[in-house]
């Protein structure tokens, strides 16, 4: 456990110190040991064990069965195949809104599992959890937008913000968080213009998803960015591989080399 807590990464700070000298920030999600490791050889500045991680790996419609055991298995296994990078936690759904001792446990279990930082959503009615663990030495980074945990009183996942005054409220919010002491705050599918305002009118940075180029930083799911699943194509969401393809493609020559009696070849086998 304290090994965990000792792992030598980029830190909250670097993420300030990234906006005060106008340097774009990249992060990406992961769930696994094996990513992780290839993400440690890459320069992203950050990871995300995201509670996408419900939907990415298990099959959920929503990020609403992520729990704190699952969330804390997960940045266990991030963490152990890239201890040098900078590693977020995602606290799950209600997590942080059964009071600040609930709120503690479940931040300790994953900060204990090697996360650097832990990433909550919205921040009415939390507000004294998100300033009772910024002064326990946790790096908070907020989340605003289209808030995943709330999708069933949205009625699906759907774009926020639009309008003088839902925009006023998000931007409100951010400001809030920025006052509670969070490091950095999550933009998701918002307009680009209200992402554009609220990244200036913050000191902390802003990382969109969805909320257009002039936020600080941008953050994606891997498996979208790796083109993993053509059915989910989100107007935000860019391939950057055919990871599809390619692994269907991987797959095919493997077991067609099989029927074929190809594989294993003799320098494959023990003689
Ligand atoms: O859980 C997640 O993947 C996230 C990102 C979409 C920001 O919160």
Same mark, same amino acid.
């Given at each position: 456990m304290l090994d965990n807590l000792l792992q030598p990464a980029a830190s909250a700070n670097d993420f300030l110190y990234a906006k005060a000298a106008a340097r774009r920030l990249s992060m990406v999600t992961c769930y696994d040991y094996s990513f992780a490791r290839l993400l440690s050889e =890459? $320069?992203?500045d950050g990871i995300l064990v995201g509670d996408s991680v419900a939907m990415v790996?298990?099959?959920? @419609?929503? =990020?609403?069965? $992520? =729990?704190v055991d699952l969330m804390r298995l997960h940045t266990e296994a991030v963490s152990r195949g890239a201890p040098g990078k900078f590693l977020v936690a995602d606290l799950p759904f209600l997590s942080y809104r059964k009071g600040i001792p609930a709120a503690l446990d479940a931040a300790q279990a994953l900060m204990s599992a090697g996360a650097h930082a832990l990433k909550l959503e919205g921040v009415d009615g939390h507000e004294d959890v998100i300033r009772r663990m910024t002064e326990s030495g946790i790096p908070v980074m907020g989340h605003l937008g289209?808030? @995943?945990?709330s999708v069933r009183s949205y009625g699906g996942f759907k774009i926020q913000g639009r309008g003088e005054e839902a925009g006023r409220e998000i931007l409100r919010q951010a400001l809030a968080l920025e006052e509670l002491g969070a490091f950095a705050v999550v933009l998701e599918c918002i307009p680009a213009p209200l992402a554009r305002e609220a990244t200036s009118a913050l000191r902390i940075p802003t990382i969109g998803i969805g909320a257009g180029? $002039?936020?600080?930083g941008q953050i994606l799911v891997l498996q979208d960015l790796l083109g993993m699943n053509p059915d989910f194509r989100p107007r935000f969401v860019r391939s950057f591989w055919d990871g599809a393809g390619s692994i269907h493609d991987a797959i095919s020559r493997y077991d067609a080399a099989i029927k074929s009696g190809a594989f294993p070849a003799g320098e494959e086998s023990y003689q």
């Open positions: =890459t $320069a992203i790996m298990y099959g959920h @419609p929503s =990020t609403l069965s $992520a =729990t289209l808030q @995943p945990q180029a $002039a936020c600080d």
